[in-house]
C-alpha cells in the first residue's frame, strides 16, 4: 500500500536521523526506512555478547557538532555522556607509555616524561591545530566550498602555510614539522589512518588527521565522551526527538531502488515489492549504493554514472569485543589495579613504520605481522554496560584491505583475530585466561551487516581534494542534490565526510529546506560562533610568548584557568 510523505529517508545512520530530525521540525512529514531492525548504521550499541552491550562500530562521541546537539536537544530526549578522566594512551611493549588528560598541564608533563622537548613542541602544534579548526569550521555546516574559496579563507586569514600543513600534507610531514619523538608522532597520527587507505607518507592524510583531531566535547576542544548507554544512546536520542515531532521510523524496511517517474524521484520501493510515496527522497547510505544500487539503469546520464560507480571506497577497518571479567594488566603499569590506564582511549604500539609496514600488507591483500591497536573498556565508565565483575573491552585495527588475495574475510575472520589477539597480549599477558565472549566484525560484515560499501565508514576516501569539498562525493551531487530532481544524500559519503558529526545530515537537511523555498541557487552556509583568539593562542605566536604560554598551560597552578581558555565557547 502506497503512502504519501512530504520526505522518505532512506537508512537510520544518525545522519540520516539528524536529517529527518531537522525536516520534522520544520513542518514536514517525514519517514525513515531502516533495513535493520536496530537503528544508527555504525553509531549503534547491540548485545553482541550475552550480558554486554557494545558500541559496534564507532566509540567515542568527539566529532558530533555542538549545534546538532543544541539544536535537536538530545540531552532533553535522553543523551548521557560523560568524558574520562584520562582521555588517551599510548603505550609501547617495554612499557614507555604517554597519556593525554583532561588537564592540560598533565598532559603536558606526561609528554615531557616521554621526550623533554617534545612539551612545548606538543603545546605549539596543538595551538596551530586549533588554529585550524577556527579557521574551517564554518565550512564544516554548509554547502561545500570549492578547495580555491577555502584556499582564499586561509590566506584572508593570514594563514596560507596552515592550509598546505592540514589539507595538502602527509601525516607524518606534517607532525615531523613539530614532534621529535618518532613514538609520539606514531601515537597523533593514528587518526590520520582511520579508514585510509594509505599509510603516514600518504599526501592528504594531514586532513584526515585534522579533521579527527579538531573535534569537541561539551565546548572542550580535543576532548570526547562516551555516551553511558553506548553510541547507540545518540541514535535514539535523535529518534525519540524524530517522533516527538511527529516523524516516522520504521525498522526492518529494506529500500529495493528509489522510484523515478518522468526524471524526478518519487518514492521508495520496498524489498517486499510496496512502495513509500513521498515528494523528496534521502538517502543516508553510501554514495555507491544511492548513486547505483538504489537507481534504475539509465536513470543517470552515463558520464555521471561512471562517476558515481568509481567512487573511491577503499580503506577499512575491523573490531574485535571482548567480554572479559579481569581488567588488563598493561606492562609498566601495577598488576591487579585499576587505575587511569584503563579510562581512556589506549593506541598500543604505534610507530610510523608500524603503519607503513601495514599499508604494504594493504596493498598486497594480506595480514600484516604486526599491528598498531586501539583498545577501549567503556564499562569501565559506564559499568552498567556490562554483568557485574566483567567488563567490556573493544579493539579496533585500521589499514585493512577488504579484498584478500588469499580466502575471503568470512573464511579467515578468526585466523585474524586470533593473530590480533597474540599481538594485543604482549601489551596485557593477563588476559590470556581472562576473556568470557568475544565477536568480530571485518570489512565485510561492514559491507554485508552494517551496508557500508567496501567496509569503508566514512563512505568514501577523505584522502586527497579529489575526494573533499565540492568534489565529494561526485561534483554532480556535492550540494546534496542529485542530478534526479527531488533525490538528495546525506550521508558520510557528502561533506564534510564521516564520524559521528551530523553535519551531513544537518547541511541536507538546510539545503532541501532553501531548495522548498524556492533559493535553490542561494548558497546555504550556517553562521559560526564567534571565534576570539584565545590568552594562550596570543602568547604562542611569539618565542617568548610560547615559553611564557607553555609555563602557564603545565603550571597546576592555572589549572582552572587554562581549562577555562580551553573552552570553545
Same mark, same amino acid.
Given at each position: ?140 555546516? #554548509? ?22 600543513? $592540514? ?8 607532525? #615531523? ?39 569537541? $566535547? ?71 549504493? #544511492? ?110 584491505? $577488504? ?167
Amino acid at each position: 500500500m502506497t503512502q504519501a510523505y512530504d520526505v522518505a529517508i532512506i537508512g537510520a545512520g544518525h545522519n540520516g536521523l539528524v536529517c529527518a530530525n531537522y525536516l520534522a521540525r520544520a513542518g514536514l512529514k517525514v519517514v525513515v526506512a531502516e533495513a535493520r531492525p536496530v537503528i544508527g548504521g555504525a553509531c549503534t550499541t547491540e548485545e553482541l555478547i550475552p550480558g554486554g552491550r557494545f558500541s559496534s562500530c564507532s566509540y567515542i562521541q568527539m566529532m558530533l557538532r555542538h549545534e546538532v546537539v543544541e539544536d535537536l536537544e538530545l540531552k532533553k530526549y535522553g543523551l548521557v555522556s560523560v568524558a574520562p578522566e584520562m582521555q588517551e594512551m599510548a603505550l609501547w611493549s617495554d612499557g614507555d607509555h604517554v597519556m593525554l588528560w583532561q588537564e592540560i598541564d598533565r598532559t603536558l608533563r606526561s609528554i615531557e616524561a616521554h621526550s623533554k622537548e617534545d612539551g612545548p613542541n606538543f603545546m605549539r602544534f596543538a595551538t596551530q591545530l586549533r588554529r585550524f579548526g577556527d579557521i574551517t569550521q564554518s565550512a564544516l555546516l #554548509s554547502d561545500p566550498p570549492t578547495a580555491d574559496s577555502l584556499r582564499r579563507t586561509f590566506s584572508e586569514a593570514g594563514e596560507n602555510e596552515l592550509f598546505e600543513e $592540514f589539507i595538502l600534507l602527509s601525516a607524518e610531514e606534517l607532525l #615531523s614539522r613539530y614532534i621529535k619523538s618518532d613514538r609520539l608522532r606514531g601515537f597523533m597520527m593514528f587518526m590520520g589512518m582511520v579508514s585510509t587507505w594509505g599509510s603516514p607518507t600518504t599526501p592528504g592524510t594531514a586532513y584526515v588527521y585534522g579533521y579527527h583531531a579538531q573535534g569537541e $566535547f561539551e565546548g572542550h576542544f580535543g576532548r570526547y565522551g562516551l555516551p553511558k548507554q553506548g553510541m547507540g544512546m545518540i541514535a535514539e536520542a535523535l529518534a525519540a526527538g524524530l517522533r516527538a515531532h511527529g516523524g516516522e521510523l520504521r525498522t526492518g524496511l529494506p529500500v529495493k531502488s528509489v522510484r523515478i517517474e518522468n526524471g524526478v524521484a518519487t518514492g521508495i520501493v520496498l524489498a517486499d515489492g510496496s512502495t513509500i510515496a513521498a515528494a523528496t527522497i534521502v538517502s543516508g547510505a553510501d554514495p555507491k549504493r #544511492s548513486l547505483v544500487d538504489l537507481l534504475p539503469g539509465g536513470a543517470l546520464a552515463a558520464p555521471v554514472a561512471a562517476k558515481a560507480g568509481n567512487i573511491d571506497q577503499r580503506g577499512s577497518m575491523a573490531r574485535i569485543h571482548l567480554l572479559i571479567d579481569a581488567l588488563p594488566d598493561y606492562v609498566g603499569f601495577p598488576a591487579g589495579q585499576a587505575g587511569p590506564q584503563h579510562q581512556g582511549l589506549a593506541i598500543l604500539g604505534p610507530t610510523p613504520a608500524l603503519y607503513e609496514q601495514a599499508w604494504q600488507a594493504q596493498q598486497r591483500g594480506e595480514f600484516a605481522d604486526d599491528y598498531v591497536i586501539e583498545a577501549l573498556i567503556p564499562s569501565v565508565t559506564h559499568p552498567e554496560l556490562a554483568p557485574p565483575g566483567q567488563h567490556t573491552l573493544s579493539l579496533g585495527v585500521q589499514q585493512l584491505p $577488504f579484498e584478500l588475495g588469499r580466502g575471503n574475510w568470512n573464511s579467515r575472520k578468526e585466523e585474524w583475530a586470533d593473530q590480533v589477539m597474540e599481538m594485543y597480549f604482549r601489551y596485557a599477558p593477563n588476559l590470556r585466561n581472562h576473556i568470557r565472549g568475544r565477536h568480530v566484525i571485518t570489512p565485510l560484515d561492514l559491507d554485508r551487516t552494517y551496508n557500508i560499501t567496501g567496509g569503508n565508514i566514512f563512505h568514501a576516501s577523505m584522502v586527497g581534494l579529489e575526494n573533499l569539498f565540492e568534489q565529494r562525493p561526485i561534483a554532480e551531487a556535492s550540494t546534496y542534490r542529485t542530478p534526479i530532481a527531488g533525490y538528495y544524500l546525506c550521508g558520510a559519503g557528502s561533506h564534510p565526510g564521516g564520524g559521528v558529526t551530523g553535519a551531513p545530515g544537518h547541511n541536507a537537511a538546510h539545503r532541501i529546506l532553501a531548495d522548498l523555498n524556492g533559493q535553490r541557487d542561494q548558497r546555504v552556509v550556517r553562521n559560526p560562533r564567534d571565534y576570539e583568539a584565545g590568552m594562550l593562542d596570543g602568547l604562542l605566536k611569539t618565542d617568548i610568548g610560547q615559553k611564557l604560554g607553555y609555563q602557564v598551560a603545565k603550571s597546576r597552578v592555572f589549572r582552572s584557568v587554562t581549562e577555562l581558555l580551553n573552552r570553545n565557547r
